[in-house]
């Protein structure tokens, strides 16, 4: 039997997607999720339907279970053998860590340690895991370079992303655990989570419904399409992190070590103004949206933009897809699943005041 991969989260939107693209390229894989419903599981359920016929052949398995519970990680590392890990599970959203820090520090910092811990019990050859452009936190020097210090962060969620840099380091210094951390920047597609920004605005704009526009439209996003974040995890797996032999402890550069551990953006590298993000989606969905200009809320930033250097460096790879076709594929997926008579129930809405649009 061939070595497995596992991808945690991998009934989330990025776990999904991931799953696929190694699945289709001949990988075995483990998927393990929890389901949790900070949104609705039956989308996740959804997502993990696609891969059902990779199951025959015994190329996926699914497992529901929670990355903080040691003994499942333990004998689920122990049963497959894996020699690769990518860790996508997280609580996610910067809002909802305002007023629920209690579930970060669970999934974000527990977990993960149980993650590394499993990895380093194991011998993995390499660890993929996601951070997050939100780390950059009140940087304002844009692009953000992974070489920018990162002390700074507004929200608890970009606090615990943060940390997992550091704690993956420090396995990769003491265990020499090769792992590469890869700071997303906001993701959209098909198959999105519905507490983000292109979801809530397509539902809102086919409902007639006005959408909530925080700091008053004046916030640029480097929007990412789905393919292109698949696209460079995959590219950074098959390239396991290495020690930097140019690496100078009096000048230290964060994005590199003398440990076997890399950072690196994923990202766009085109960002793109909010109410320009509103028009392609109202042309591709074919209706005008009415906007609801609401004040910065607590935990935002004003811009986020990613160099993409380090990557292309490194694997050969930076995002390409432009905003018009990847919204254009978005609004298409969207309009197929759920259409405009499927967003007049209100018991399926989420409400807006409680989302988080960007991470």
Not at 137 to 157: A, D, I, K, M, R
Not at 196 to 208: E, H, K
Not at 274 to 284: D, H, K, M, N, S
Request: negative net charge; glycine residues 6%; hydrophobic residues 40%.
């Amino acid at each position: 039997m061939t070595t497995a991969v596992l991808v945690t989260g991998a009934a989330g939107f990025v776990g999904g997607a991931l799953c696929e693209r190694l699945l289709a390229r001949g990988e075995r894989v483990v998927g393990l999720d929890n389901l949790s419903p900070y949104y609705d599981p039956d989308l996740k359920r959804a997502r993990l339907a696609r891969l059902e016929p990779f199951a025959a052949s015994g190329a996926w398995r699914f497992v529901e279970g929670s990355i903080e519970e040691p003994s499942l990680l333990s004998a689920l590392f122990e049963r497959e053998r894996f020699d690769r890990v990518v860790h996508l599970a997280a609580q996610a959203g910067v809002r909802h860590s305002i007023t629920n820090p209690a579930a970060y520090i669970q999934s974000n910092l527990l977990g993960f340690s149980q993650v590394l811990e499993a990895c380093r019990a194991q011998q993995v050859a390499h660890l993929v895991y996601a951070s997050s452009s939100s780390v950059y936190g009140g940087n304002t020097q844009l692009p953000f370079t992974e070489s920018q210090p990162v002390n700074h962060p507004v929200s608890l969620y970009a606090a615990t992303k943060k940390a997992n840099e550091l704690m993956a380091h420090s396995y990769s210094h003491l265990y020499g655990l090769p792992a590469t951390g890869l700071r997303l920047f906001t993701v959209y597609g098909p198959w999105g989570r519905p507490d983000m920004a292109p979801m809530l605005f397509a539902r809102a704009i086919l409902a007639g419904e006005p959408i909530r526009v925080f700091n008053h439209g004046a916030m640029w996003r480097d929007f990412t399409y789905i393919d292109d974040i698949v696209e460079g995890l995959v590219r950074c797996l098959d390239q396991p992190a290495t020690p930097n032999p140019e690496f100078d402890p009096a000048a230290p550069d964060p994005a590199t070590s003398w440990a076997p551990h890399r950072l690196f953006n994923l990202g766009n590298s085109e960002p793109v103004e909010l109410l320009r993000f509103i028009q392609v989606l109202e042309a591709a969905l074919g209706r005008r949206a009415v906007l609801d200009l609401q004040p910065m809320q607590p935990g935002d930033v004003k811009a986020t933009a990613a160099d993409t250097s380090r990557l292309q460096a490194w694997v050969g790879f930076e995002p390409s897809t432009s905003l018009e076709q990847g919204v254009e594929r978005f609004a298409r997926w969207y309009l197929d699943h759920h259409g405009s008579a499927r967003v007049q129930n209100p018991a399926a809405r989420l409400r807006q005041a409680d989302s988080v649009p960007f991470a």
